[in-house]
């Protein structure tokens, strides 16, 4: 669990990539810097709190061949981060090779005091930008806050971001893309990182899988008529949220009443597995309900009957009947005991 509370940002630099200068962002003799420690702290506490997936930093020989986890084993504390800011732009512009991704800014802060699993920890965050000159911008007595709120520049108007948190053992990753650009330079090459295979990817793994089941209509010769579909879904729904633990069979045996649809599921699910190259899960995990919560709006069950009507199914799939009358026309029999 992370709790964003008591989070600082202990220091900040933003680098030009074409020109590589440098400016240092958080001057406490400047009042009007803590503009720009509230708007870092602002963009740190929200990434950190809607996130899906934890990532690990990966190599396909050595870990330790990893450009970034070796400056991150390197670095020796806030006061240095300037000297790592220079070395990760190194990196970045060895990976910046297509001729759609600008160049832009990066902002890099050292933050300190996030909770995490009931440790305080530091760690680091870096944005980049794709507004050029957004801080370099030739104005005397103007704070670097200032330029931020003169740029117009607001939380949500970063392209990639990456925080990193200084866990005991191994390094967890957060990352934001909000633009392809032609590339996943950012998380293969910059960062060079895979999803790490624990409760929050496997939370999502679960709700994917049976989404992905329950957009065919038919598997395996086995056709699931809509309102069985709905039920799935809301059962699905009902226990991540209302679980604490993640156990396979016993969600089977909640989720799917009819053994037909239960043995459907199962030979989906292997196949699923196997065309997307994933593990089997080692059961009971933690449901991680931050990724419940993001994903619910995945799950939504809705029979949808041409341009007329939408029939939501919030539960009990026994009070709906589907047929067909005698001159063809389908329809749907809904029971209820009061109209609200």
Same mark, same amino acid.
Request: aromatic share 12%; proline share 2%.
């Given at each position: 669990?992370?709790?964003?509370?008591?989070?600082?940002?202990?220091?900040?630099?933003?680098?030009?990539?074409?020109?590589?200068?440098?400016?240092?962002?958080?001057?406490?003799?400047?009042?009007?810097?803590?503009?720009?420690?509230?708007?870092?702290?602002?963009?740190?506490?929200?990434?950190?709190?809607?996130?899906?997936?934890?990532?690990?930093?990966?190599?396909?020989?050595?870990?330790?061949?990893?450009?970034?986890?070796?400056?991150?084993?390197?670095?020796? +504390?806030?006061?240095?981060?300037?000297?790592?800011?220079?070395?990760?732009?190194?990196?970045?512009?060895?990976?910046?090779?297509? /001729?759609?991704?600008?160049?832009?800014?990066?902002?890099?802060?050292?933050?300190?005091?996030?909770?995490?699993?009931?440790?305080?920890?530091?760690?680091?965050?870096?944005?980049?930008?794709?507004?050029?000159?957004?801080?370099?911008?030739? %104005?005397?007595?103007?704070?670097?806050?200032? *330029?931020?709120?003169?740029?117009?520049?607001?939380?949500?108007?970063?392209?990639?971001?990456?925080?990193?948190?200084?866990? /005991?053992?191994?390094?967890?990753?957060?990352?934001? #893309?909000?633009?392809?650009? #032609?590339?996943?330079?950012?998380?293969?090459?910059?960062?060079?990182? #895979?999803?790490?295979?624990?409760?929050?990817?496997?939370?999502?793994?679960?709700?994917?899988?049976?989404?992905?089941?329950?957009?065919?209509?038919?598997?395996?010769?086995?056709?699931?008529?809509?309102?069985?579909?709905?039920?799935?879904?809301?059962?699905?729904?009902?226990?991540?949220?209302?679980?604490?633990?993640?156990?396979?069979?016993?969600?089977?045996?909640?989720?799917?009443?009819?053994?037909?649809?239960?043995?459907?599921?199962?030979?989906?699910?292997?196949?699923?597995?196997?065309?997307?190259?994933?593990?089997? /899960?080692?059961?009971?995990?933690?449901?991680?309900?931050?990724?419940?919560?993001? %994903?619910?709006?995945?799950?939504?069950?809705?029979?949808?009957?041409? +341009?007329?009507?939408?029939?939501?199914?919030?539960?009990?799939?026994?009070?709906?009947? %589907? +047929?067909?009358?005698?001159?063809?026309? *389908?329809?749907? *029999?809904?029971?209820?005991?009061?109209?609200?």
């Amino acid at each position: 669990m992370i709790i964003t509370k008591e989070v600082k940002i202990r220091n900040a630099w933003c680098f030009n990539l074409t020109t590589l200068r440098s400016i240092e962002m958080l001057n406490k003799n400047e009042e009007s810097d803590l503009d720009t420690e509230t708007f870092l702290k602002n963009v740190l506490v929200k990434n950190l709190s809607n996130y899906t997936d934890i990532y690990h930093f990966s190599h396909h020989v050595d870990n330790d061949f990893n450009v970034i986890q070796s400056l991150i084993n390197s670095y020796q +504390g806030y006061n240095y981060l300037l000297e790592f800011g220079k070395d990760c732009i190194k990196h970045l512009l060895a990976n910046i090779q297509h /001729p759609n991704i600008k160049k832009g800014e990066l902002i890099i802060c050292h933050f300190e005091d996030l909770l995490v699993d009931g440790v305080y920890i530091d760690g680091i965050c870096i944005l980049k930008l794709e507004k050029e000159k957004l801080f370099f911008e030739p %104005q005397r007595h103007v704070s670097t806050s200032q *330029k931020i709120l003169s740029s117009g520049f607001g939380e949500s108007e970063y392209e990639k971001l990456a925080i990193i948190l200084f866990t /005991p053992n191994k390094h967890q990753i957060i990352i934001n #893309e909000k633009s392809a650009k #032609e590339s996943k330079y950012w998380s293969d090459n910059f960062l060079n990182i #895979e999803v790490a295979n624990d409760n929050h990817h496997l939370t999502k793994m679960i709700i994917d899988v049976t989404k992905k089941y329950l957009e065919n209509e038919t598997y395996n010769g086995l056709t699931i008529n809509k309102p069985d579909r709905a039920d799935i879904l809301n059962k699905t729904v009902e226990y991540l949220k209302n679980k604490d633990s993640f156990e396979y069979e016993e969600f089977k045996n909640d989720i799917f009443s009819k053994e037909d649809i239960k043995s459907n599921f199962e030979e989906f699910q292997i196949q699923y597995k196997i065309a997307s190259n994933i593990h089997e /899960p080692e059961t009971p995990f933690e449901i991680s309900k931050n990724v419940v919560k993001k %994903q619910l709006s995945k799950l939504k069950s809705v029979i949808k009957l041409d +341009g007329n009507f939408h029939i939501y199914v919030h539960g009990n799939s026994s009070l709906i009947e %589907q +047929g067909t009358d005698l001159n063809g026309r *389908k329809f749907y *029999k809904i029971y209820f005991e009061y109209e609200e």
